[in-house]
């Protein structure tokens, strides 16, 4: 079963979100704020967040950095869904490293259809498991392996953390 937190100051949206993803088959913790919906990171595992980006404390901006800056969570889903329009907003959170961007008011259709597709992009081995690998590559075989002829041995640019 997958795990989504819902991070929503509004109690009445937040309920009626958890109420659409339990009843579609989501496993669901809720959060009000930031700072609660970090403690719930390691006890919880979530494959996804929802997150508005007004939020009493801390803002939802602030919960995507740090989601994205912490090595335990770097595969996990992040949707923004906020009632904001600028387009401003959107690039920034986008280019915050959220996966996805929707507003208020929106559409049980469009937001399970969004969790689905960002679900399926998440690899079976960390869904609902908290396992974080990555896929062993051995490039020591392969026809871009270093010949001496100065033939690079990582033709695709991986890091040492996608070789491993």
Not at 61 to 84: E, G, K, N, Q
Not at 90 to 111: I, N
Not at 122 to 127: A, D, G, K, L, T
Request: aromatic residues 6%.
């Amino acid at each position: 079963m997958n795990k989504i937190l819902v991070v929503e100051d509004d109690v009445l949206l937040l309920g009626a979100i958890e109420t659409l993803l339990k009843l579609s088959g989501f496993d669901v913790k809720t959060s009000v704020d930031a700072e609660s919906a970090m403690g719930l990171m390691d006890s919880f595992r979530p494959d996804l967040v929802v997150c508005d980006l007004t939020l009493p404390g801390s803002s939802g901006f602030f919960l995507l950095h740090w989601i994205r800056s912490c090595p335990a969570y770097d595969r996990v889903a992040f949707i923004i869904l906020t009632a904001r329009t600028e387009q401003k907003i959107f690039r920034d959170a986008m280019g915050g490293g959220a996966d996805d961007f929707l507003t208020k008011p929106v559409t049980s259709e469009d937001l399970l259809a969004a969790i689905k597709s960002r679900l399926a992009r998440v690899p079976r081995e960390v869904v609902s498991t908290g396992i974080l690998s990555q896929p062993k590559v051995d490039l020591s075989n392969s026809p871009a392996a270093d010949s001496g002829e100065g033939v690079a041995t990582n033709p695709w640019n991986l890091t040492r953390r996608e070789q491993e």
